[in-house]
């Protein structure tokens, strides 16, 4: 008696050509297979299905009851089968009304959301996105379930599993800002003016440090920080009404002094670039809709200078 794990399913592709055909010689020819290798096809179909299925008649090979009754129900299996084997449809972006769901820092949020949503407005007006916050933990279970499309924030502060897909958007580098006509602070500042002033510091997770904290402590300096706040959005109104300092990536700054009067100037300390990514899941790598949005953050990444 057959079962799944025994049949051969090839041999459904042959059964529907003897059921068109009612013919050995010619469905030898419909699966350029010799007639010997058909019959031997036929025979072992026989066997699979325990019924003798084509039967010689004075008028020529009939199908049996069985073999009549197999024939919608593998004609729909089949069809079925080629649309699964097909590669994915193109992604229309201009009709389609999915929703997009990001997870990024309010830093990533503020340079690229817009661009993107202006990008995304011009081609698929329907389109819509859903921006979430970045949590502590990495989103894993989100990005392999589809619940959450991308993560877009710092490669290092992120931190992913190896397993899953990374690139990167575009390097930033860390600066500090201090209000214009700072009484301390005219100038790019010395280690020493730097650690003197009190600071502001940016923390989402709510730790009471940063990488430059760390730095410092590894020079054995130690700068004091006056307020910590979870997110850049009152940052540059807090640094622009007061004598702190604010240390934060340089293409966020340069955005900041165009709303408020603010100075830029260079970390007095030697940091790393910070390298900000997108991170998905493997899973959705040949997904066409996937692939259209990743390929417009990354041309948003690419263009983010000439943007601002």
């Not at 031997?40 to 026989?46: A, E, K, T, V």
């Not at 084509?54 to 024939?71: D, N």
């Not at 820092?105 to 959301?113: M, S």
Request: net charge negative; hydrophobic share 45%.
């Amino acid at each position: 008696m057959s079962n799944l794990r025994t049949f051969d399913l090839n041999l459904l592709v042959a059964f529907d050509v003897l059921m068109r055909e009612l013919n050995v010689t010619r469905a030898a020819e419909q699966m350029f297979v010799t007639q010997s290798a058909m019959s031997h096809i036929l025979h072992r179909l026989r066997q699979q299905l325990d019924d003798p299925l084509l039967v010689k008649t004075p008028t020529g090979m009939k199908p049996t009851e069985r073999a009549l009754a197999l024939i919608e129900p593998v004609r729909a299996l089949l069809t079925e089968m080629e649309q699964l084997i097909q590669p994915p449809l193109e992604f229309e972006a201009s009709t389609s009304q999915r929703r997009f769901v990001l997870a990024a820092t309010d830093y990533l949020e503020f340079l690229l959301i817009p661009a993107l949503t202006g990008a995304i407005d011009q081609i698929a007006p329907s389109i819509d996105l859903h921006v979430k916050r970045t949590e502590a933990a990495f989103p894993v279970t989100q990005l392999e379930n589809g619940s959450l499309d991308v993560v877009l924030g710092f490669g290092s502060v992120l931190n992913p599993p190896t397993h899953l897909r990374c690139q990167t958007l575009f390097d930033d580098e860390m600066v500090c800002v201090v209000r214009q006509n700072h009484p301390l602070i005219r100038t790019a500042p010395s280690l020493e003016d730097y650690i003197a002033v009190p600071h502001m510091l940016i923390s989402w997770k709510g730790t009471p440090a940063g990488i430059i904290d760390q730095h410092l402590q590894e020079m054995g300096l130690e700068r004091r920080i006056k307020l910590i706040v979870p997110n850049f959005l009152s940052a540059p109104l807090i640094v622009a009404q007061t004598d702190m300092v604010l240390s934060l990536p340089y293409k966020l700054a340069k955005r900041f002094t165009k709303f408020v009067p603010l100075e830029i100037f260079p970390v007095p300390i030697q940091l790393p670039a910070y390298d900000l990514v997108m991170i998905w899941h493997p899973l959705h790598d040949k997904d066409p809709a996937h692939q259209w949005l990743r390929d417009k953050i990354v041309a948003i990444g690419q263009d983010i200078d000439g943007i601002y």
